[in-house]
Each structure stands twice: as structure tokens, then as C-alpha cells.
């Protein structure tokens, strides 16, 4: 997404009466000393001030308050040089910034769904070796276990649940249950953390990944109440603008993860890169969501790695802190 805070040329428009040129948008945001960020490819942005934020897209006659109220405006163009908006959608910014919230205006991490892999009859993937043999199922469990405990500890307020915390197995529908039945406020969020181990006919393969939802998976993040009352026409174009919203979190969750990892096992696991796929546990779930693949159990060095209790556990420190990153960027 490009960022940028645009140079202030215009001053707002005053309280008189005379008519108005229309403006650009990033003089409107300027004016409003807001951060504009604009993505040409899907032609939508968000100006963003103090925490709050306004979603508008180019000929989309509506724009997305706190990512929750929306507001017919008239469609923002594209003239040769800018966006241009009319002064209707300038006034309609300029109130929300100005009007204190009526509703809470700040996201907050209400739960944290932790999904070790596999369990009970599904082994996952397994390293044979001469003299030892190792389950991805007790890996990813093992890991989740810590890392539970330890975000337990930070976020007491949190709800922080484990889709199995022992050797059992439950099903996909299961656990995208656990993590679709926690009630959520408006401006509450959920994040979906799987943990998994990785296997490959080449058994010098090593290494960790972090997956996350793929930008072009269309989910349907409005619910039918928010359709029913806004209607069926606006419905589609909330969902595009939240959709994007929570992929962007998935990819900034996923880069604040795989970053404290590399930091702290990467000398022994080489980083394989942050990756997108559609297969994901959590297709449904109105959540950052993603999957990590902590290493190869088919390799033999980092086989023997992921049996060491120690190294489990700094694999679960790393993901611990990836996560308190996020938080902290998504409550900010
Ligand atoms: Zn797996």
C-alpha cells in the first residue's frame, strides 16, 4: 500500500457561503493534518487520524467510518493530475475527525485463537530417523502450549483459547467453531494463530515459513444484520473495503511473526519467506489469520532441533512476541 502525507496547498473550506471548487484529496487530508494512503491499483484509501480512519474507494458514493459506519457521500473522481472530491465528502471527513466518537472508535484484540496442527489420530508430518522419530503433532502442541501460557500471562483481560490442548483430534469445522462462536463487539478483532510442522521428499530441506490468507480469497466478512440494515446494494462495497482491511492485518501479522522468528532461530532455520494460500483453516473467520510452518521434521538437523523441549520453546517466544507486536500496532 503507498503511504503518504500529502504538502499542504489548499486551507479547508471556510464557513462562507461562496461556491466551492472541488478539491483533492490529499489536500483534504493535509488540511486536516490526517495520513492519506492511497492504493491506485485498487483505487481505495483511508485517511487516518488519531487512531480513526475513513474508507473511501473512486466512484464508490460511500465512505467507511471507523471501519463500522457508513456514509453516503458523493463518489470521489479521478481528474488528470489527483482525486478529486466534491466539498460535501470534504465536510463529511472534516465532522467525523471533529465530532468526538459516539461509539468506541479504537480496535481491540478481544481473543487469541492458538490452532496446534493435527492431534490424536493424525500424526501430520513425520521425521523417521535411525535412532529417534518425531511427530508434527507433538511439535505444534508442545509450541502452542507455551505460547498459550505466556499470552495468558501478558493479556489476562484477553481471551486466549487453544482449539485442542492435548493429544486429541479435532476436525477443521471444529476448530474454525471455537474461534467463530467467541462474541465480538464491533470494534473487537480476533487473531487466528496455526501452528504446524513441515515435511518434504527432500531431506535436505530446512527451514520456516509464516502463510497467511491470500489477498484474493473473497471472503464475506459483513454479516447479514449489517447487510439487512445498510442494505443490499452497500452491503458488497463494506465488505470489499473490511476485506481488504483484514488481509492487510493478515500480511502485518504474519511479517511481525516471522520477524522475531528469524531474529531468534534464525541462525540454525533459514527463513523461507512470508507466503499466501487459500487453503487457510479460517476461510470464514472475520480475523487476522495465519499459519506457520515452525520447520522441517523430514530434515535431520532440524529434527533433532524440534525435539529439544529449549528450542520449542524460543520458537514459542518468537511467536509470543510476533504477536504482542501486532497487538501493539493493532490497538495503537
Ligand atoms: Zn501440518
Redesign the pocket.
Known amino acids: 500500500m503507498l503511504a503518504m502525507i500529502a504538502l499542504c496547498i489548499l486551507p479547508l473550506f471556510g464557513a462562507n457561503d461562496t461556491k466551492q471548487e472541488d478539491m483533492s484529496i490529499s489536500d483534504l487530508a493535509c488540511s486536516l493534518k490526517a495520513t492519506l494512503e492511497y492504493d491506485p491499483l485498487v483505487h481505495a484509501g483511508t485517511i487516518t487520524k488519531e487512531g480513526r480512519s475513513v474508507r473511501f474507494a473512486m466512484d464508490v458514493p460511500y465512505v467507511l467510518l471507523d471501519w463500522t459506519i457508513v456514509k453516503e457521500v458523493p463518489a470521489p473522481y479521478e481528474s488528470a493530475t489527483s482525486l478529486q472530491i466534491k466539498e460535501e465528502f470534504a465536510r463529511t471527513v472534516q465532522e467525523f475527525f471533529e465530532i468526538k466518537s459516539q461509539i468506541s472508535s479504537r480496535y481491540l484484540v478481544k481473543a487469541i485463537v492458538i490452532d496446534p496442527?493435527?492431534g490424536g489420530k493424525d500424526p501430520?508430518?513425520i521425521g523417521e530417523f535411525e535412532d529417534f522419530k518425531l511427530q508434527?503433532k507433538d511439535v505444534?502442541l508442545s509450541i502452542a502450549l507455551r505460547l498459550a501460557d505466556l499470552l495468558r500471562l501478558r493479556y489476562p483481560e484477553k481471551t486466549i483459547v487453544l482449539t485442542r490442548s492435548s493429544d486429541i483430534y479435532p476436525t477443521l469445522e471444529e476448530r474454525v467453531e471455537k474461534a467463530n462462536k467467541i462474541e465480538l463487539e464491533e470494534t473487537e478483532a480476533i487473531i487466528y494463530v496455526s501452528i504446524?510442522?513441515?515435511a518434504s521428499f527432500n531431506k535436505n530441506t530446512k527451514g520456516f515459513e509464516v502463510w497467511y490468507l491470500n489477498p484474493n480469497y473473497r471472503r464475506t466478512v459483513v454479516d447479514e444484520r449489517t447487510a439487512k440494515e445498510k442494505g443490499e446494494d452497500i452491503a458488497p462495497i463494506i465488505n470489499i473495503m473490511l476485506e481488504e482491511e483484514f488481509t492487510t492485518e493478515s500480511i502485518i501479522l504474519a511479517q511481525k511473526v516471522y520477524q522475531r522468528m528469524d531474529r531468534i532461530i534464525g541462525d540454525r532455520s533459514p527463513a523461507r519467506g512470508i507466503r499466501a494460500e487459500e487453503w487457510f483453516v479460517v476461510r470464514n473467520a472475520k480475523m487476522p489469520s495465519i499459519l506457520i510452518?515452525v520447520g522441517f521434521v523430514t530434515n535431520k538437523a532440524e529434527a533433532l532441533l524440534l525435539s529439544q523441549a529449549g528450542y520449542l520453546r524460543q520458537i514459542a517466544d518468537a511467536i509470543y512476541n510476533g504477536v504482542c507486536d501486532f497487538i501493539e500496532h493493532f490497538e495503537q
Open positions: 496442527g493435527h501430520g508430518a508434527e505444534n504446524h510442522a513441515n510452518e
